[in-house]
């Protein structure tokens, strides 16, 4: 059977905020985020994610406008729903946004956005970041209600939180959760909204979550970043890129080591 090559399309967005934590580990100029992005970018990355977290715990605000200005691939800012963060975004005029929620205790995003309690500041803040040319996505859990939500905001796209999902050891229950995700993906198609995933995927867990055949995007930095240390940043991006799509392509996954 020949592949089908929209089928097939399937993008991937290398977050590269822990090359900015062990930066400020130390507190030097380097590791640089945007070397970093720049090889991704000549690896097969389609676009470069950074989350400027209200704690500045690693992305700094230069860093955002370096990205901004440098690239040759979208970038895509993940910020909170915080009036400062928001501001530099208009500011920036990134190509894409991504709402998520934050906390200053976690050690990293822990859920999806409840744009069901906080609508009204949502569609506010979409109507921002749209107004200065990005494409705004929200980071929410499969259900039913935020997808509701999100269709409410304005958003152009939904982000489903795969961190339960990555953290899942028992079958049944991974299944469960894909089965969720699928039909989350369907309707949110079905709504208008491009469907994106992120958080905790690694090359042992992606496939069934790239496989869905809606969804058009998997942001992914923390396994990246890890699989880096060991292999380097353009075989880490180019192998997960690799991957990604022989599963769309119809070929079966086969996980180089």
């Known amino acids: 059977m020949t592949p089908n090559p929209a089928a097939a399309a399937i993008r991937l967005g290398?977050?590269?905020?822990?090359?900015?934590?062990?930066?400020?580990?130390?507190?030097?100029?380097?590791?640089?985020?945007?070397?970093?992005?720049?090889?991704?970018?000549?690896?097969?990355?389609?676009?470069?994610?950074?989350?400027?977290?209200?704690?500045?715990?690693?992305?700094?605000?230069a860093d955002i406008f370096d990205l901004r200005s440098n690239l040759g691939v979208p970038l895509n800012l993940e910020l909170s729903l915080d009036e400062a963060v928001v501001r530099i975004a208009e500011r920036v005029k990134p190509q894409a946004c991504c709402l998520v929620p934050e906390k200053r205790e976690e050690v990293t995003t822990e859920g999806g956005l409840d744009v069901v309690a906080r609508l009204d500041r949502v569609r506010e803040v979409v109507g921002r970041l749209s107004a200065v040319g990005s494409r705004v996505s929200l980071f929410v859990e499969a259900e039913d209600s935020q997808l509701v939500a999100a269709v409410a905001t304005g958003a152009q796209a939904v982000?489903?939180?795969?961190?339960?999902?990555?953290?899942?050891?028992?079958?049944?229950?991974?299944?469960?959760q894909l089965t969720s995700f699928a039909r989350f993906a369907e309707q949110a198609h079905a709504a208008g909204l491009q469907v994106h995933a992120g958080h905790g995927l690694h090359i042992d867990n992606l496939a069934p979550v790239a496989a869905i055949p809606q969804i058009e995007e998997l942001n992914i930095g923390h396994a990246l970043i890890a699989d880096a240390v060991f292999m380097g940043m353009a075989a880490a991006v180019a192998r997960m890129k690799g991957l990604m799509l022989q599963v769309r392509s119809g070929r079966g996954f086969e996980r180089e080591r």
């Open 159 to 176: 982000e489903i939180h795969t961190g339960h999902y990555a953290q899942l050891a028992d079958p049944a229950a991974r299944s469960e």
């Open 14 to 61: 290398v977050n590269v905020d822990h090359i900015a934590t062990l930066r400020q580990a130390r507190g030097t100029a380097y590791p640089s985020p945007m070397a970093a992005a720049l090889v991704a970018q000549g690896s097969g990355a389609d676009s470069i994610t950074a989350h400027l977290r209200e704690d500045r715990r690693h992305i700094q605000e």
